[in-house]
C-alpha cells in the first residue's frame, strides 16, 4: 500500500535533479504523475525511470515554461484528461542567473523571477479549478474525501542572502509569502500548502561553475565553503529532498499546512 495511492500529482521541472527524484519517488508509492519540464529529453528519461518503477502508464511528459500562464493552464488540465483529477502541485521548477547586483542586467531579473516565483504563482492559478474547485464540490456535497496538497519550493540561500543572488533570492522568499497566503485562503477547501527549501544538494545547480557552460552552477571555492557548514558533512542528494516532499503531499502531513522547512543537514542560517 503506497502513501500516494489514487493521487496524480503535477511535478514541474522534473526532468533533472530533485524533481526527477520526486517524480520517481510519488510513483513508488503509487501516484500518476505529470512530468513537466522546459527540455524535452530529460522530461523523457525522467518518464522512462518512472516506468521501470512503477510499469507503464503512471507517468506523462508535459514540455513547457511555467513562466508561461496559458501553458500551465494545459498542464494542470493535461493531469485531469489523462488521469481524471489534480491532487498534489509540486512547484519544484527553478532556475538561477547570477550577477552581483550592479551588473545585473533586466533580461537576468525578470527571467529568474519569472520561473521561480511567477511561475509558482502560474501553476496554482491554473490547478484552481481541479484542487480547490474538487474540494469545494466535495464539501458542498457530503463532505471532504481527502486532503489535496500544494508544495513549493524556497531556499536556504534565500533565507541567509547570497551575493549574485539578488533575483533568485528574491523570488525563492517571494515563495514563502504565496506559501502562506494559499494556505490560509484554502485551509477551508482541506487544502495544504508548504514549502520546502533544499540546503546544499548535489544538482545541475550547484556544479561548480567552472565544470559547466556557465550559466548556472556556483564558484568551485563557494562550493567548498558552504560544504564546511554542514553538521553532516556532505551535500545532500536529491532523494533527501524527495523525502520531506513526499511527507508533505501523504496524508502522513494533513494537519499540517502554512510551513516552510528547511531540508539542509543542519546548515545553520544566521
Ligand atoms: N540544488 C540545490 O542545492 C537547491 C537549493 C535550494 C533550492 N533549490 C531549488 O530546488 C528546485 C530544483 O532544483 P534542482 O537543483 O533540482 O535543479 P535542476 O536544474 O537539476 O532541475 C530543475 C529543472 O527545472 C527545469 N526548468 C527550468 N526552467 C523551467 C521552466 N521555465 N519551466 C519548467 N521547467 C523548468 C529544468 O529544465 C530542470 O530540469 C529549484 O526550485 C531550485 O531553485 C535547489
Known amino acids: 500500500m ?41 522530461a523523457e528519461e525522467a518518464k522512462a525511470a518512472c516506468e ?11 514540455i ?20 481524471g483529477k489534480l491532487d498534489i502541485l509540486v512547484n519544484n521548477a527553478g532556475i538561477t542567473r547570477d550577477k552581483m547586483i550592479h551588473n545585473m542586467s533586466d533580461e537576468m531579473w525578470n527571467f529568474v523571477i519569472d520561473i521561480n516565483l511567477k511561475g509558482t504563482f502560474n501553476c496554482i492559478r491554473s490547478a484552481s479549478p481541479y ?15 481527502y486532503h489535496r496538497k500544494i ?17 533568485y533570492t528574491a523570488a525563492k522568499m517571494g515563495n514563502v509569502g504565496l506559501t502562506r497566503t494559499i494556505a490560509q485562503e484554502w485551509g477551508r477547501f482541506g487544502i495544504n500548502v508548504n514549502a520546502v527549501a533544499p540546503g546544499f544538494t548535489d544538482t545541475r545547480l550547484t556544479k561548480a561553475k567552472e565544470s559547466t557552460d556557465g550559466t548556472v552552477g556556483i564558484p568551485a571555492a563557494q562550493r567548498e565553503a558552504i560544504l564546511k557548514m554542514i553538521p553532516f558533512g556532505r551535500a545532500g542528494v536529491p532523494q533527501d529532498i524527495a523525502n520531506v516532499v513526499l511527507f508533505f503531499a501523504s496524508p502522513l502531513s494533513d494537519y499540517v499546512t502554512g510551513q516552510a522547512i528547511n531540508v539542509s543537514g543542519g546548515l545553520q542560517i544566521p
Open 64 to 83: 513547457g515554461s511555467v513562466a508561461d500562464s496559458a501553458y500551465t493552464d494545459s498542464l494542470m488540465k493535461a493531469a485531469a484528461d489523462t488521469f
Open 131 to 145: 484542487l480547490r474547485g474538487a474540494s469545494k464540490q466535495e464539501i458542498e456535497s457530503g463532505g471532504l474525501k
Open 151 to 167: 508544495i513549493n519550493f524556497f531556499s536556504t540561500a534565500a533565507l541567509r542572502g547570497n551575493p549574485g543572488q539578488a533575483n
Open 2 to 42: 503506497g502513501l500516494l495511492n489514487n493521487r496524480t500529482a503535477v511535478v514541474t521541472g522534473a526532468g533533472r535533479g530533485i524533481g526527477r527524484a520526486i517524480a520517481e519517488t510519488f510513483v513508488r508509492e503509487g501516484a500518476k504523475v505529470v512530468i513537466n519540464d522546459i527540455d524535452s529529453d530529460p
Open 52 to 62: 521501470k518503477i512503477a510499469g507503464e502508464g503512471c507517468a506523462i511528459t508535459s
